[in-house]
């Protein structure tokens, strides 16, 4: 199973963006999902996380109240909406599958996608 991120692009600072990550196979592969985001020269971030069965988001304090995470089981799709970006959440964006929601704040998933850049002009 692999997971695509798409939605990536350039937007101005105070706009908005959605980012996806689709999983390719039947059922999503875990029990969690993820956002991270990494620029160059630094570790990878984590910023939200959701469980797969239920839905129940969870941020890290940066970001909570711009960032949205949620999830459509139908579609295998877990999404980022991103709100009165700003130059600073300039980064690739990552998704990512895991046991639990824990595993993403310990940044260690069981599985990653492929980043997506975003990129906010000032």
């Known amino acids: 199973v692999q997971l695509q991120a798409s939605g990536g692009g350039l937007v101005q600072a105070g706009g908005s963006l959605r980012i996806s990550c689709a999983a390719s196979?039947?059922?999503?592969?875990?029990?969690?999902a993820g956002w991270f985001r990494q620029t160059p020269g630094k570790e990878r971030e984590f910023l939200a996380t959701?469980?797969?069965?239920?839905?129940?988001?969870y941020y890290v304090d940066s970001i909570e109240g711009r960032f949205t995470i949620s999830r459509d089981k139908d579609k295998n799709t877990v999404y980022l909406q991103m709100n009165s970006l700003k130059p600073e959440d300039t980064a690739v964006y990552f998704c990512?599958?895991?046991?639990?929601?824990?595993?993403?704040?310990?940044?260690?998933?069981?599985?990653w996608g492929q980043g997506t850049q975003v990129t906010v002009s000032s």
């Open positions: 196979g039947r059922s999503f592969p875990g029990y969690a």
């Open positions: 990512a599958a895991g046991e639990s929601t824990e595993s993403m704040w310990r940044v260690n998933p069981r599985s």
């Open positions: 959701i469980t797969w069965a239920g839905g129940v988001p």
